[in-house]
């Protein structure tokens, strides 16, 4: 089920441990790093971009399934859509940022079946059987 109205998501991910001193104001735990997605770049193996992050898929309790990301074509025009199984994204650290790739080539990613909001079949998913 598709959350109306979601602006973005935000996920707690683990980051290296910071000192905070006590003039930072109400202590939250070290390791929390909250990182929007909606429109966060996707990239792949080899570090190039595959697409943007333009919706996520959540079930009825609310955990995400998938990332929608628009992928191919040139500044929009060609581009479709992609679900990304959500088991498929790996953050990344990369400087003081985090990054969102995956470890699936290019040409399989273009190769994916369009995501078409009737049809859950259409996440996009390499390691499970068909």
Avoid: C, N, Y
Avoid at 73 to 78: A, D, L
């Amino acid at each position: 089920m598709r959350r109306r109205g979601l602006v973005a998501l935000a996920v707690l991910l683990a980051a290296p441990a910071q000192a905070q001193g006590p003039a930072q104001g109400p202590a939250q735990p070290p390791s929390a790093r909250l990182v929007p997605l909606m429109g966060k770049r996707l990239f792949g193996p080899a570090g190039e971009e595959l697409g943007r992050v333009v919706d996520i898929i959540a079930d009825a309790a609310g955990q995400p399934v998938a990332a929608v990301v628009d992928v191919g074509g040139f500044m929009g025009i060609g581009s479709r859509r992609v679900a990304m199984a959500w088991s498929l994204l790996r953050w990344k650290p990369h400087g003081e940022f985090v990054r969102l790739s995956i470890d699936v080539a290019p040409d399989v990613v273009i190769g994916a079946p369009e995501f078409r909001r009737e049809d859950p079949a259409t996440i996009f998913d390499p390691s499970r059987p068909k």
